[in-house]
């Protein structure tokens, strides 16, 4: 059964960047939509970006495009985030989840979660 860690969160001041990553276990990530969401403090869960299946297209929510990228490093069946230029309403709690081929970068359509991984960006 298909496991998710997401890891690199932290403490950074705003400019700064960050690295998270998504290790999954139990299965390959190959055949799943792959998409990182994130919650601020006292507001809903909210897509940053996902790779969509099969053609692999990347979704970046369009505040973010620019900012962010999305990477996959298939022999570490691993997806990362990277953020740079990090304000404080960047700040929350960044999840990974996985969701069958197709489905759209909405958290709805998302069946499979990592635990989260806390970002601050506060100076």
């Known amino acids: 059964q298909l496991q998710l860690v997401e890891s690199g969160g932290g403490l950074v001041q705003p400019g700064g960047s960050l690295k998270l990553a998504c290790t999954a276990s139990g299965s390959t990530l190959d055949g799943y939509a792959i998409g990182w969401f994130r919650q601020a403090p006292g507001k809903g869960r909210e897509a940053v970006s996902c790779?969509?299946?099969?053609?692999?297209?990347?979704y970046y929510d369009h505040s973010l495009k620019g900012r962010f990228s999305l990477l996959r490093d298939i022999a570490k069946n691993t997806v990362y985030l990277q953020m740079n230029s990090l304000s404080p309403e960047d700040t929350g709690v960044y999840y990974c989840a996985a969701g069958w081929p197709g489905v759209p970068c909405d958290s709805s359509d998302y069946n499979r979660w990592g635990q989260g991984t806390q970002v601050t960006v506060s100076s």
């Open positions: 790779f969509s299946r099969p053609d692999l297209s990347i």
